[in-house]
């Protein structure tokens, strides 16, 4: 194997400033528009040619984003003009782990410049042992994506069953209070967080993680504060923080399937307290009225829904298995620490 080269990233890659495209100008197609925090938007015409990698120069500073076709990006970003003949999947991965925060202006937008991070020493190998380092990530990167995928689609199938049967019926109307409870999280500061064992959830969903759990598993979390009304559903036991309400069922549910889908159906945004902080009213979310099926059609809903979120539970393990080994490899990788044969 050929030993890596130390050079100065603007000798490996050209990055240029993206381009301004107001929203007022933009025409639907399939084209993506990439901000410093991905995709925001599609364009009828792209600004550069795939394959392409992007990452955040205002604003979100450092995300790193790969696209496969042509695409637009903003001028909240920077893309890769020239990639000088490396292999553009290998400088996506290599730009994944870059320190751009060293370069970042530290202003209240945090910003960062072209020719300030074309200065900074890298190592990298031949062209033939990138693209194997490439490989190696991107089918760990691609059985994650198809996991994620099939996923969605579970869930899809799952929420289209519930507006079927408790959407489009005409059942007896009633109160969301009348099938779950809204119950507080519990205040748990971050410097006493273990940070192994199980999720510390908040209102954006899992935060941490904790030695010990609040509430046994499966459970529904819903956000109080902040990020207010989302719905995370949790497999194993967890602990709610006091930005959440985790719920309890009054119908039996067994494995809240029913009111998962039955809380995502609902507008909670509506139902703000009106403060600094955007908050969930509680009386006001409980006294949402809804549509009440007979219990045996729950139950049935139920059983359905437990083999497609058996196969999303079984899922979700591998994810986190291929996310685990993609993240120990990745440093390794493209430090040279591990290497790989070319070709």
Same mark, same amino acid.
């Given at each position: 194997?050929?030993?890596? $080269?130390?050079?100065?990233?603007?000798?490996?890659?050209?990055?240029k400033?993206? &381009?301004?495209?107001p929203?007022?100008?933009?025409?639907?197609? #399939?084209?993506?528009?990439?901000?410093?925090?991905?995709?925001?938007?599609y364009?009828?015409?792209?600004?550069?040619?795939?394959?392409?990698?992007?990452t955040?120069r205002?604003?979100?500073?450092g995300?790193?984003?790969?696209?496969?076709?042509? &695409?637009?990006?903003?001028?909240?970003?920077?893309?890769?003009? #020239?990639f000088k003949?490396?292999a553009?999947?290998?400088?996506?991965?290599l +730009?994944?782990?870059?320190?751009?925060e !060293?370069?970042?202006?530290?202003?209240?937008?945090?910003g960062i410049? =072209?020719?300030?991070v074309?200065?900074?020493?890298?190592?990298i190998?031949?062209i033939?042992?990138?693209?194997?380092?490439?490989?190696?990530?991107?089918? @760990?990167d691609? $059985?994650?994506?198809?996991?994620? =995928?099939?996923?969605?689609?579970?869930?899809?199938?799952?929420?289209?069953?519930?507006r079927?049967?408790f959407?489009?019926?005409?059942?007896?109307?009633?109160?969301?209070?009348?099938?779950?409870?809204?119950?507080?999280? !519990?205040?748990?500061?971050? /410097?006493?967080?273990?940070?192994?064992?199980?999720p510390v959830v908040?209102?954006?969903g899992?935060?941490?993680?904790?030695? /010990?759990?609040?509430?046994?598993g499966p459970?529904? %979390?819903?956000?109080?504060?902040?990020?207010?009304? !989302?719905v995370? &559903?949790l497999?194993?036991n967890?602990f709610?923080?006091?930005?959440?309400y985790?719920?309890?069922? $009054? %119908?039996?549910s !067994?494995?809240?399937?029913?009111?998962?889908?039955?809380?995502?159906?609902l507008?909670?945004?509506?139902?703000n307290?009106?403060?600094?902080?955007?908050? @969930?009213?509680?009386?006001?979310?409980?006294?949402?009225?809804?549509?009440?099926?007979?219990?045996?059609?729950?139950?049935?809903y139920?059983? &359905?829904?437990?083999i @497609?979120?058996?196969? @999303?539970?079984?899922?979700?393990?591998?994810?986190?298995? +291929?996310?685990r080994?993609?993240d120990?490899? +990745?440093?390794?990788?493209?430090?040279?620490?591990?290497r790989?044969k070319?070709?």
């Open positions: 194997m050929g030993e890596w $080269k130390e050079c100065k990233l603007g000798d490996v890659v050209n990055l400033r993206g &381009y301004d495209l929203t007022q100008l933009r025409k639907r197609g #399939d084209i993506p528009i990439l901000s410093s925090s991905g995709i925001t938007d364009h009828i015409e792209p600004m550069a040619k795939g394959p392409g990698v992007i955040g205002y604003g979100t500073v995300q790193v984003f790969y696209s496969t076709g042509d &695409y637009w990006p903003l001028n909240t970003t920077l893309y890769v003009q #020239d003949g490396n553009p999947k290998f400088i996506y991965y +730009l994944t782990v870059f320190d751009f !060293k370069y970042s202006d530290k202003s209240a937008v945090p410049n =072209r020719n300030d074309h200065t900074e020493t890298v190592r190998p031949e033939e042992e990138q693209k194997s380092i490439a490989s190696i990530l991107s089918s @760990l691609d $059985k994650i994506d198809l996991l994620q =995928r099939q996923n969605k689609t579970l869930e899809a199938l799952a929420e289209t069953l519930f079927q049967w959407v489009e019926e005409g059942w007896e109307t009633g109160k969301l209070g009348d099938v779950i409870e809204l119950i507080y999280g !519990k205040a748990l500061k971050e /410097e006493i967080r273990s940070g192994s064992g199980f908040g209102s954006s899992i935060v941490g993680y904790h030695s /010990e759990f609040m509430v046994e459970g529904i %979390v819903i956000g109080r504060k902040g990020t207010l009304g !989302k995370i &559903y497999f194993e967890f709610p923080i006091d930005t959440t985790f719920i309890k069922s $009054k %119908v039996n !067994k494995g809240l399937f029913y009111e998962y889908f039955l809380l995502k159906t507008n909670f945004e509506d139902m307290s009106d403060s600094a902080v955007p908050g @969930l009213n509680r009386d006001l979310a409980l006294s949402t009225e809804i549509k009440i099926a007979p219990f045996d059609k729950l139950k049935q139920n059983t &359905y829904c437990a @497609l979120f058996e196969k @999303l539970k079984q899922n979700n393990l591998q994810i986190s298995t +291929l996310t080994l993609r120990t490899l +990745l440093p390794k990788l493209m430090s040279g620490e591990v790989v070319k070709g």
